[in-house]
T-cell receptor, first 118, second 114 residues
């Protein structure tokens, strides 16, 4: 089931902060965040595993509230380079393989378009 | 390290024609994914391979779409016959380790069906 992202779009000035939310109606194993610039491939930002952890990457950080099945991506002091579409990808669990081991599978949200203006 | 390679980058066909997309994942990556991304939407998984076996193809429209990953390396996604609603970017991604979970995407193949 596809996670729900909000807001759909954000426009802010360089140096301002933004928060992007991702929620699921089902229990989650992990949440992944990707950024896609126009005409380019999505690029991995970070993964958060259940356990309510919070991660940071430069001025971009994220949290995962396992009880609420929600994740939030925080962009602090936005830079022009932060512009793009942000997708959350969710996992409900690992997929067992018939020949032992397991695999991962992401279901992506519809994205949040972030525009940072000078 | 070379990234995920896809071709062609762009393809324009008429409805009912066929098209094939090719993907070469990062060397050593066991897991390969094909996603369909319609304009303004998030990537939707079509099929997932682990080496040369199919892990999940539940969202692949099997009456018109087919995919294979011979020898567990390169993969081909075929559409025959194409419909107008197949217009999208077809993204290939690969992953090396279940522990990291990071997907490496190719730049995609943009299909326009007229």
């Amino acid at each position: 089931q596809q996670p729900v992202q909000s807001p759909q779009a954000v426009i802010l000035r360089e140096g301002e902060d933004a928060v992007i939310n991702c929620s699921s109606s089902k229990a989650l194993y992990s949440v992944h965040w990707y950024r896609q610039k126009h005409g380019e491939a999505p690029v991995f930002l970070m993964i958060l595993l259940k356990g309510g952890e919070q991660k940071g990457h430069d001025k971009i950080s994220a949290s995962f509230n396992e009880k609420k099945q929600q994740s939030s991506l925080y962009l602090t002091a936005s830079q022009l380079s932060y512009s793009g579409t942000y997708f959350c990808g969710t996992e409900r669990g690992l997929i067992p393989l018939t020949n032992s081991g397991s695999a991962r599978q992401l279901t992506f949200g519809s994205g949040t378009q972030l525009t940072v203006l000078p | 390290e070379a990234g995920v390679a896809q071709s062609p980058r762009y393809k324009i066909i008429e409805k009912r024609q066929s098209v094939a997309f090719w993907c070469n994942p990062i060397s050593g990556h066991a897991t390969l994914y094909w996603y369909q991304q319609i304009l303004g939407q998030g990537p939707k998984l079509l099929i997932q391979f682990q080496n040369n076996g199919v892990v999940d193809d539940s969202q692949l429209p099997k009456d018109r779409f087919s995919a294979e990953r011979l020898k567990g390396v390169d993969s081909t996604l075929k559409i025959q016959p194409a419909k107008l609603e197949d217009s999208a970017v077809y993204l290939c991604a690969s992953s090396s380790s279940i522990n990291t979970g990071e997907l490496f995407f190719g730049e995609g193949s943009r299909l326009t069906v007229l």
